[in-house]
C-alpha cells in the first residue's frame, strides 16, 4: 500500500521565481494538508484541503496557494519567492472525521525547496 | 492560540539508558495529542495518539502517557536504531474533525552504542 507521494524530492529555485510541488495521498484518504518545517523547527500549518476546497489556512502570505484534485491529489504553488521560503515541504493526508476515526495523519518524505 | 513546548530538544543516552521526553501544551479543546518520530530527511512517522488524561500508550521501547497540560514520551532500555527527533502536536476540537495539527520544535535523541 503506498504511502504519501510528494515530487519532486529536491528543487532549487531564484528569488521571485514561482514553484508547484505535487502530493498523492495515502489510498483512502481523502484530506490532504500542506505544512513547512523549516531547519530545526516543528512543521507550521499552512492549509488544508478537503472535497476540492481550502477548508483550513494557517498563517502564510496569499502567495502561497494550492488545489486538490478529484482524485484527492494536491498541489502547492509558492509566487514570488523568498530566501525564507527555503524548507521542507511536507504533504500529509487523513481522513475525514465524518467517515473514518482518527488514527493520525500519513505525512509524505516532503520536497527540499531551497531557494538562492 | 494552542501552542506545544517540548524539553529537551536535545538529549544524548547511552544505549540501555532510559529516560522521558516532555511536551506541555495549550489547546482551546483537545481533540488528540500526537507523538510522531523523524528521521533526518524524512517526513514525520506516526507513534501514537492520546485523547485525554490517563492515557496511556505503548509501543516496543516506547510509552507515551497524557495529563491536562503534558505528555511524556518515556524511552526504555533505547538502541541506537531509537535516535531520531520526536515531534509533539496537538489538534483542537472543533466543527469537524481533521483539524489542523500544532508541532513542538521537537527532541532530538541520539542513542550512542
Known amino acids: 500500500d503506498a504511502g504519501v507521494t510528494q515530487s519532486p524530492t529536491h528543487l532549487i529555485k531564484t528569488r521571485g521565481q514561482q514553484v508547484t510541488l505535487r502530493c498523492s495521498p495515502k489510498s483512502g484518504h481523502d484530506t490532504v494538508s500542506w505544512y513547512q518545517q523549516a531547519l530545526g523547527q516543528g512543521p507550521q500549518f499552512i492549509f488544508q484541503y478537503y472535497e476540492e476546497e481550502e477548508r483550513q489556512r494557517g498563517n502564510f502570505p496569499d502567495r502561497f496557494s494550492g488545489h486538490q484534485f478529484p482524485n484527492y491529489s494536491s498541489e502547492l504553488n509558492v509566487n514570488a519567492l523568498l530566501l525564507g521560503d527555503s524548507a521542507l515541504y511536507l504533504c500529509a493526508s487523513s481522513w475525514d472525521r465524518t467517515r473514518r476515526p482518527d488514527y493520525g495523519y500519513t505525512f509524505g518524505s516532503g520536497t527540499r525547496l531551497t531557494v538562492v | 492560540e494552542d501552542q506545544v513546548t517540548q524539553s529537551p530538544e536535545a538529549l544524548r543516552l547511552q544505549e540501555g539508558e532510559s529516560s522521558s521526553l516532555n511536551c506541555s501544551y495549550t489547546?482551546?479543546?483537545?481533540?488528540?495529542l500526537f507523538w510522531y518520530r523523524q528521521d533526518p530527511g524524512k517526513g514525520p512517522e506516526f507513534l501514537f495518539t492520546l485523547y485525554s488524561a490517563g492515557e496511556e500508550k505503548e509501543k516496543e521501547r516506547l510509552k507515551a502517557t497524557l495529563t491536562k497540560k503534558e505528555s511524556f514520551l518515556h524511552i526504555t532500555a533505547p538502541k541506537p536504531e531509537d535516535s531520531a527527533t520526536y515531534l509533539c502536536a496537538v489538534q483542537a476540537k472543533s466543527d469537524f474533525g481533521n483539524e489542523k495539527l500544532t508541532f513542538g520544535t521537537g527532541t532530538r535523541l541520539t542513542i550512542i552504542p
Open positions: 489547546v482551546s479543546g483537545l481533540r488528540g
